[in-house]
C-alpha cells in the first residue's frame, strides 16, 4: 500500500525555476555503443547532440523524457517501449547532460555487465559543451512516500542532495548508508539478485551479483557495491522527471516502483502549481 505525506508549501512559483549562470549541456560528437541485453539480444545506440531535452528515437517516435511516459516492468523503468534507461539516465544526471538524442535500435538499453560503466566511458569520450540556454531547474516539494516498508523523504532546498540507507535484513548485506557525491564513485557498482545457493545462474551470472545467504557471486567489487547500485538506480529514477531537480532527498530500502511513484507525484504537483 502506498501512504503519502505532502506539504502544502510550495518550493517555487511555477514549473521550475531558472538556474543563474548555468546553461543546459549537450554532447559535443555523435557517438555509438552496442552491447547486450537482460532478454539476450544486442542493442545498438546511436548518441547525437541535442538541444531540446533529454529524447529517445525508437522506430521512428520520439519519446521526450517525463514522467508521463514512465513505467515499471520487471524492475526495469521503461520510457514509452524503451526499457532498462535508468543506467544511462543517472549517467547523464552525474555529467550534467540535459540535452541529448539517444536513437534506440533495439527493445530496450543494453545492460553489459549490470553496471553503467560503459555508459559513463562512452559519454565522457565524446565531451560535452554548454548550450545557449538557461538551465531549468524542478525544485522538488516537501513530501513523503511509503511503499512495502520502503520510504523516501524530499526535503526542499537550493541544491541536489541525496541520501540513503540500505537494510535488506541479510546476512551478507549489513545495514548501511550512502549519500551522492559523484557519479564516478557508482558507475561501476553492478546491480543485484537475492538468489537461491542452487539458482543455475549462479554458475555464470553474467548482468550482475547473485545473492544467497552462503555468499555473493561472483565476487563483489567492494563491500558496499550492492548500496552504491542502488543510490545509482536512484538518480536515473528520479532523472525521469525529465530535467535537473534540486531538493534534499532521504530515502530507506528505496526500490524502482517507490522512485518512481515519489517522480510521478513530484511531476503532478510541479503543474498544479
Known amino acids: ?161 541525496i541520501t540513503i540507507i540500505y537494510d535488506p535484513h541479510h546476512p551478507k548485506l549489513p545495514r548501511q548508508n550512502l549519500s551522492f557525491s559523484s557519479i564516478t564513485n557508482l558507475v561501476w557498482a553492478r546491480t543485484f539478485a537475492f538468489v537461491q545457493p542452487d539458482d543455475p545462474r549462479l554458475t555464470n551470472y553474467r548482468f550482475g551479483l547473485g545473492i544467497t545467504r552462503e555468499g555473493i557471486r561472483p565476487p563483489p567489487r567492494s563491500p558496499d557495491e550492492p548500496i552504491r547500485h542502488k543510490l545509482l538506480d536512484l538518480i536515473g529514477d528520479l532523472y525521469t522527471l525529465g530535467q535537473p531537480f534540486s531538493g534534499t532527498i532521504l530515502a530507506y530500502n528505496p526500490n524502482h516502483r517507490l522512485n518512481i511513484g515519489l517522480v510521478r507525484l513530484q511531476h503532478q504537483k510541479g503543474y498544479n502549481r
Open 1 to 161: 500500500m502506498w501512504s503519502v505525506t505532502a506539504s502544502t508549501t510550495m518550493a517555487a512559483s511555477g514549473n521550475c525555476l531558472l538556474s543563474e549562470g548555468l546553461r543546459r549541456r549537450t554532447i559535443l560528437n555523435r557517438g555509438e555503443l552496442s552491447g547486450p541485453t537482460i532478454s539476450g539480444e544486442i542493442s545498438r545506440l546511436i548518441f547525437h547532440p541535442y538541444d531540446r531535452g533529454i529524447v529517445f528515437l525508437n522506430k521512428g517516435r520520439r519519446y521526450h523524457l517525463s514522467p508521463e511516459i514512465v513505467s515499471v516492468r520487471d524492475h526495469k523503468v521503461s520510457i514509452g517501449p524503451v526499457g532498462m534507461v535508468e543506467h544511462l539516465l543517472a549517467v547523464l544526471l552525474g555529467l550534467k547532460i540535459d540535452c541529448i538524442l539517444v536513437e534506440v535500435l533495439g527493445r530496450e538499453l543494453p545492460i553489459f555487465d549490470g553496471s553503467a560503466r560503459e555508459y559513463f566511458r562512452s559519454l565522457t569520450g565524446l565531451g560535452t559543451y554548454e548550450l545557449d540556454q538557461p538551465q531549468r531547474v524542478f525544485p522538488l516539494d516537501e513530501m513523503e512516500l511509503t511503499y512495502r516498508g520502503s520510504r523516501i523523504s524530499v526535503i526542499p532546498g537550493s541544491r541536489l542532495e
